[in-house]
Each structure stands twice: as structure tokens, then as C-alpha cells.
């Protein structure tokens, strides 16, 4: 069995249904420094996408700071 970890894009779709935010404010926060940065999918193209794990690090990120609040 392979075990080792798979680096995964979402684009902005995926983002904004694993995190619940719409993806006009995804891009705000991103802007903001308080999202991770989209990355470039080809160069000098528009589309871009995010790392599962930057994604997902930000949710875990977003929890622990509401049980730390709710203590």
C-alpha cells in the first residue's frame, strides 16, 4: 500500500465547498493575507487553484482559534 501523501489543487469551486465561504471572499481574504495564495496553474493562463494542504491547514487553523476563544 502507498503510503505516502498525494499533493492535491482545488480550484476555487472545491475551496469554496470544503470551506463553506463564497469565492468572491475567498479572493478578499486571500488579498488580505488571511487565506492561503492561489497559485498560478499554467503561466501567463488565469486559472488558478489552491494546495489541499494549505487549504486545510487554514480550516484546522480556523478551530483551534474558535476552541481557544470559547475557553
Do not use: H
Request: glycine share 8%.
Amino acid at each position: 500500500m502507498n503510503t505516502a501523501k498525494q499533493t492535491r489543487i482545488l480550484r476555487a469551486k472545491c475551496v469554496s465547498n470544503k470551506t463553506g465561504l463564497s469565492k468572491s471572499y475567498i479572493y478578499a481574504l486571500a488579498k488580505e493575507g488571511k487565506f492561503p495564495q492561489s497559485i498560478k496553474l499554467v503561466e501567463g493562463g488565469t486559472a488558478v487553484g489552491w494546495l489541499e494542504s494549505d487549504v486545510d491547514q487554514w480550516i484546522d487553523d480556523c478551530i483551534n482559534a474558535n476552541k481557544e476563544q470559547a475557553c
